[in-house]
């Protein structure tokens, strides 16, 4: 049995969007621009490669497929859910120049059409914080098999001197609320049951020219899409004013658990 929410009107917190409205995406206006981020840490997709009991993953929000194409490197059967269809047109290109088995899908991670107990491994990287975790977690709960494990991945920004005077520049550009992804963790555990282990955490940093530093500023939601070409222009003189070569660095925090059987 398929999700019961219904296709075209999927509650994102309070709002109302619509999988056939692509200007209601805001990942659609940055799908050219998100192959500037680096690929995953190797030691987390082997990390989610020891999680999987079987071979059925589903990788929730996979935008161009930075967890959905390495894990079909290794062999997995991958279903990639993305709402954003420009995300997904890019995803399906790339799994096709590496001739490899993905199937993409146009949805969103809170109504999956997957069948129930369809899934061995349900991955959630860096996207938590912009889906229902409540409609989420009871899809995920209904999509997992009896054995099958839960990944979400969470993504902050690596605590170098670099780094620390971007998100200086990025903080006073466009001020920000903190995201409560922990509360979302609670819950994502408290309805689908799967307690989480031990936190283990990656950490990676790229060596970037300007160009790519500014694709990679350009994907990130709250300053790509949100500045106009004066305003952006202003953020990037600050960034291109810091002394040094740009290095973008991450920190993943991979929270795991298995359902019982």
Known sequence: MQGVVPRDAVSLGRRKVGLDDPKRWVFNRMADVYDARPAYPLGLIDALVQLAPGRRVGDLGAGIGHVALPLAQRGFDVSAIEPAQAMLDRLRARASEGRLRVRAIHA????????????????????????DAELVAKEIARVLAPKGALAI?????GKTPFMRSLVEIIEGAVPRRPRNLEQNLIQVSAITGIRFGTKRRFHDETPVDSDTLERILRSISFIGPAMNPPRFAAFRARVQALPGRPRWARTFTLHAGRRRG
Do not use: K, M, Q, Y
Not at 108 to 115: G, Q, S
Not at 153 to 157: A, H
């Open 108 to 131: 969103a991670a809170e109504a999956v059409p997957l069948d129930d107990g369809s899934l061995d491994l349900a991955v959630v990287a860096d996207a938590l914080h912009f889906l």
């Open 153 to 157: 991945v969470t993504c902050e920004i």
